[in-house]
Structure formats: structure tokens, C-alpha cells
């Protein structure tokens, strides 16, 4: 057995299933991707999942399925997803051992 492209911690698995329990629709799971943004070009995104896409790589850990993009999947792996609160913002953050830069707003990185 392989290792998950995506190590998920307790805390943003938490945060995951109480976004999926509050939306009104119900939902597989997430989907985590990357968009083309900002400055440095790609930024991760976050969106529910209603319908599964075969190639998608699944992440499963008890009642939640996080699901990653196949065209993301060679910048992610290693990556690690928390979800951090301070008094000033709330989030999710990724930690990523490929990224070789980030802008300097923090909304994207570079590999």
C-alpha cells in the first residue's frame, strides 16, 4: 500500500467535516485542486464534492473522503493540511515541500 499523496491533520479534518455538516446539500467530501492565481501562479482550491471523478485520488480517513484532482496531484504529494485559528484569521494552510517560492501577499506559490 502507498502513502497518501496528502497527510491531513486532526484539526483540519475536524474543520472538513463541519463545513461538509453545515452545507445545506449533502456532499461526498472535498476536493482539493490548484487554480492559476496571483503572483507566483498557482494557488489551492478548495471546493464540496456532489459527483466523483474516477481519477481522482481519494484521501480516506473514518466518514471523510477528501478527494485530489489528478492534474494536482504531482504538487501535492507530501503536502501537509492543517487548519490553523489565531485571534486575526482562521484557515486552512498547506504545507508543501515542493513549493519553491511564494508571493509576497501569501495568496500564491510557485514549484
Not at 489528478?70 to 487548519?83: Q, S
Amino acid at each position: 500500500m502507498r502513502p497518501n499523496v496528502l497527510k491531513i491533520t486532526d484539526a483540519a479534518q475536524e474543520r472538513i467535516k463541519a463545513l461538509l455538516a453545515q452545507r445545506e446539500k449533502s456532499s461526498l467530501g472535498i476536493r482539493i485542486g490548484l487554480k492559476t492565481k496571483g503572483c507566483s501562479g498557482l494557488s489551492y482550491a478548495i471546493e464540496y464534492v456532489d459527483e466523483i471523478n474516477p481519477l481522482d485520488e481519494k484521501v480516506s480517513m473514518d466518514t471523510l473522503t477528501v478527494f485530489i484532482d489528478p492534474k494536482a496531484i504531482m504538487f501535492l504529494i507530501g503536502t501537509e493540511m492543517d487548519f490553523v485559528e489565531s485571534e486575526l484569521e482562521s484557515g486552512f494552510v498547506f504545507r508543501n515541500p515542493n513549493e519553491k517560492g511564494r508571493c509576497g501577499c501569501g495568496e500564491s506559490f510557485h514549484v
